[in-house]
């Protein structure tokens, strides 16, 4: 599975071997982009000495710039959070899990807000579950590993995933031209924010 694959990746020095599934899949190396839990603790004083606060109040990172590799990428808000604060920034959530993964492929370089273009970054929190209308990352549940980015729409309990793409042959391909059940595919997380190379 994705999930296991991405945890593979990121606790080894190598890459293991990952087949290209649907029609796109992530090629990046998450082993240079491993996201820890970077949390916000109280306070300590830096002139004498005093109390110490080591408690974790509510508070989040926020980034509008990452270094991948050393070159520069700017960061654009994909998801909209109601509790988020009024910001431009990516807000990176306390506890919460995430992958970077490397875009291969054209079939969201339409998507809204923010294009999702080839060689672009995503930067997905990592859970099973998604709203109506949101770009997710999905895995398909068959023998191979399989997974794509698209945008999910939901009709009862059925599953489309769209593609907002500029090429018309990736709109016909037979798996954007279905519904699937909640038994086909497995969402492995939502996309927060993609990432793009400054200029």
């Known amino acids: 599975m994705l999930e296991n694959y991405l945890e593979q990746a990121m606790d080894?020095?190598?890459?293991?071997?990952?087949?290209?599934?649907?029609?796109e899949v992530y090629n990046g190396d998450p082993t240079a982009l491993k996201w820890v839990d970077?949390?916000?603790?109280d306070e300590v004083p830096a002139g004498g000495f005093g109390a110490?606060?080591?408690?974790?109040?509510?508070?989040?990172?926020?980034i509008s710039e990452v270094l991948i590799e050393g070159t520069p990428y700017k960061a654009y808000k994909i998801r909209e959070i109601e509790t988020d604060p009024p910001t431009d920034s990516v807000v990176?959530?306390?506890?919460?899990?995430?992958h970077t993964l490397r875009i291969k492929g054209d079939s969201m370089n339409?998507?809204?807000p923010v294009p999702i273009e080839h060689g672009d970054y995503v930067f997905v929190l990592a859970q099973t579950t998604?709203?109506?209308?949101?770009?997710?990352v999905v895995e398909i549940r068959d023998n191979d590993s399989r997974a794509t980015v698209k945008r999910l729409q939901r009709i009862?309990?059925?599953?489309?995933?769209?593609?907002?793409?500029?090429?018309?042959?990736?709109?016909n391909l037979p798996e954007f031209s279905r519904d699937?059940?909640?038994?086909?595919?497995?969402?492995?997380?939502?996309?927060e924010a993609v990432f793009k190379k400054k200029t």
């Open 12 to 23: 080894s020095d190598t890459l293991p071997a990952y087949k290209e599934g649907l029609h």
């Open 38 to 41: 970077c949390q916000i603790h």
């Open 52 to 62: 110490v606060g080591f408690e974790q109040p509510e508070l989040n990172l926020e």
């Open 92 to 98: 990176i959530q306390q506890k919460r899990k995430y």
């Open 110 to 112: 339409r998507a809204t």
């Open 130 to 136: 998604a709203n109506n209308d949101e770009i997710v």
């Open 156 to 171: 009862g309990n059925r599953l489309i995933l769209i593609p907002e793409t500029s090429d018309e042959t990736i709109k």
């Open 180 to 191: 699937y059940s909640e038994r086909e595919l497995s969402i492995v997380g939502v996309v």
